[in-house]
């Protein structure tokens, strides 16, 4: 009745407006950071492919600090490492300088899309009014052609697989959320430029099936304590074991 429908009015409002708010906020950091990664390795391609170079010959010089390990970093492989970090740098300079404009296309052409998105997002959410305050209708007209039987198995089916669906959507969005929120507070703590892109990525990444927070965290504390960092490596580390366990 017309209760019901107020209700559905209220409830929706609330969430399509929390939601759009998350989306502004989000967005708009978003757009920041990539803005000044964009301006970072445009401007300093070089130098950042000449700290790579010497971050990779700190990473193959680390079993040398190592006593178990010290006769590893001996001989030929210190000496393919040494060629094996200057090829980088070079490929990577050149990475660096395509990836700066890749992303300032991708910008571009997200600028150009946004008329669209936001025709999108208008119809979704008007879309999302009528279909809740005329659920019963909609369904007894997608229905009422079978018999009493079938669209009573009909409708018994589509309530299952949109609970699954409702279900596992909710458990991954938690996943992402508490990760996402892990990970933006302890790079915020450890002092990490562009923690909101960073932490969004590796939060996407821990998601998909064979990857996790490990798969950046665990290689970023070994490149720290090659460096020298040895407590942001630690720290590193640790944000690791805390994502893991939660």
């Known amino acids: 009745g ?3 429908k107020a209700w559905c009015v209220f409830w929706l409002t609330l969430a399509w407006g929390g939601v759009l708010l998350v989306l502004y906020f989000a967005s708009r950091q978003l757009v920041i950071e990539t803005g000044e990664l964009v301006e970072l390795i445009g401007v300093h391609s070089e130098e950042i492919a000449e700290r790579i170079k010497k971050t990779f010959d700190a990473v193959v010089a680390l079993p040398a600090k190592l006593p178990i390990l010290n006769k590893l970093s001996d001989g030929a492989l210190g000496a393919a490492g040494e060629k094996l970090g200057e090829a980088t740098a070079a490929m990577l300079e050149s990475l660096l300088s395509k990836l700066s404009g890749a992303l300032a296309g991708i910008i571009g052409r997200v600028a150009l899309s946004t008329p669209h998105a936001l025709i999108g997002a208008v119809v979704t959410v008007v879309s999302s009014f009528y279909i809740c305050t005329d659920r019963e209708k909609l369904l007894e007209f997608l229905i009422g052609g079978f018999s009493r039987e079938s669209a009573e198995r009909i409708e018994r089916t589509l309530r299952e697989i949109l609970s699954l669906v409702r279900a596992h959507a909710k458990a991954y969005a938690y996943l992402f959320l508490i990760t996402f929120g892990e990970l933006y507070i302890g790079l915020l703590l450890l002092g990490r430029k562009s923690a909101f892109l960073v932490s969004l990525l590796i939060a996407l990444i821990d998601i998909l099936p064979l990857f996790g927070a490990g798969f950046v965290l665990l290689p970023w504390a070994v490149v720290l304590i090659a460096n020298g960092s040895v407590a942001s ?10 994502v893991s366990v939660v």
Do not use: N
Request: aromatic content about 0%; proline content about 0%; cysteine-free.
């Open 2 to 4: 017309g209760k019901r």
């Open 233 to 242: 490596g630690i720290g590193m580390l640790v944000l690791l074991a805390v």
